[in-house]
Nanobody, 120 residues
Framework: QVQLVESGGGLVQAGGSLRLSCAPSGRIFSINIMGWYRQAPGKQREQVATITSDNSTNYANSVRGRFTISRDNAKNTVSLQMNSLKPEDTAVYYC??????????????WGQGTQVTVSS
């Protein structure tokens, strides 16, 4: 059973930076899209950034120019560099892989979430 393990969340002041990372545990066969999503209290989960296997990226308008997503295909990891953080960035951040596991079926996998809190 593949699991995604996130790290790097925490508490930071507005204007500060954090870097989130996500790596899978277990055997994987192929990863297509990697991404980060977030969910603030009382709100729906929203897409923050995605990156395809050929490094094409997409960002939510609210984070474009401040966040940078990157992936390491050799290590099967994805990172999110978050700069100029704002209080409205406060949320639980989830990594997501669209990948094929040992059952050879393509599906979405989710991490357990990591809390990011930005104080004003």
């Amino acid at each position: 059973q593949v699991q995604l393990v996130e790290s790097g969340g925490g508490l930071v002041q507005a204007g500060g930076s954090l870097r989130l990372s996500c790596a899978p545990s277990g055997r994987i066969f192929s990863i297509n899209i990697m991404g980060w999503y977030r969910q603030a209290p009382g709100k729906q989960r929203e897409q923050v950034a995605t990156i395809t296997s050929d490094n094409s990226t997409n960002y939510a308008n609210s984070v474009r120019g401040r966040f940078t997503i990157s992936r390491d295909n050799a290590k099967n990891t994805v990172s999110l560099q978050m700069n100029s953080l704002k209080p409205e960035d406060t949320a639980v951040y989830y990594c997501n892989f669209y990948m094929r596991g040992s059952d050879w079926i393509w599906r979405d996998y989710w991490g357990q979430g990591t809390q990011v809190t930005v104080s004003s």
